[in-house]
T-cell receptor, first 114, second 112 residues
């Protein structure tokens, strides 16, 4: 049973560029949340998608956007990259209505902005 | 808003020692509480959970009890192993907000 898969695993981008990160949720899960984890810190909530719509959003600027596809997979897009966007980006999936059960996380995408 | 405060690390123990990692939280309503573990180069793995006051979550010898009166969810293990070396995150999930709030993590190193 595949868990949450994310791609790519590592990425290096230049300031001002745009990046797209991808996530496939665990089989049977339909809700995807994205988190940003800076070095030495806990994950910070970016947004949540289910039924192909953004349902909740954390305190991140509009440069961060996302999408969910009919097969429940999701993309995170970041425009106009800043050095401070360098972090581990984690995708987490759950079953809608079962948020008390906890997330299944992917291994993350390590983004470095130079 | 919601917040989670974890005992600062790093924590270094000898094998078979007793482990406690303190966690306190601030939240509105009745959140679910979690401990996640992160091994180097990996994402977070759910270790244990508790969904209401006085619930005890347990897994792989680790335990934590949801204490509403002290807003705490301390992680304990009676005898740690070298393989328990990792970063441990305490988290709460706010169902209304649809998101989890994490502590900053506690790095545990267990020496043989």
């Amino acid at each position: 049973d595949a868990g949450v898969t994310q791609s790519p695993t590592h990425l290096i981008k230049t300031r001002g560029q745009q990046v797209t990160l991808r996530c496939s949720p665990k089989s049977g899960h339909d809700t995807v949340s994205w988190y940003q984890q800076a070095l030495g810190q806990g994950p910070q909530f970016i947004f949540q998608y289910y039924e192909e719509e953004e349902r909740q959003r954390g305190n991140f600027p509009d440069r961060f956007s996302g999408h969910q596809f009919p097969n429940y997979s999701s993309e995170l897009n970041v425009n106009a990259l800043l050095l401070g966007d360098s972090a581990l980006y984690l995708c987490a999936s759950t079953v809608k209505g079962d948020s008390r059960g906890g997330y299944t996380f992917g291994s993350g995408t390590r983004l470095t902005v130079v | 808003g919601d917040s989670v405060t974890q005992m600062e690390g790093p924590v270094t123990l000898s094998e078979e020692a007793f482990l406690t990692i303190n966690c306190t939280y601030t939240a509105t309503g009745y959140p679910s509480l979690f401990w996640y573990v992160q091994y180097p180069g990996e994402g977070l793995q759910l270790l244990l959970k508790a969904t209401k006051a006085d619930d005890k979550g347990s897994n792989k010898g680790f335990e934590a009890t949801y204490r509403k009166e002290t807003t705490s969810f301390h992680l304990e293990k009676g005898s740690v192993q070298v393989s328990d070396s990792a970063v441990y995150f305490c988290a709460l999930h706010n169902t209304n907000a649809g998101k989890s709030t994490f502590g900053d993590g506690t790095t545990l190193t267990v020496k043989p």
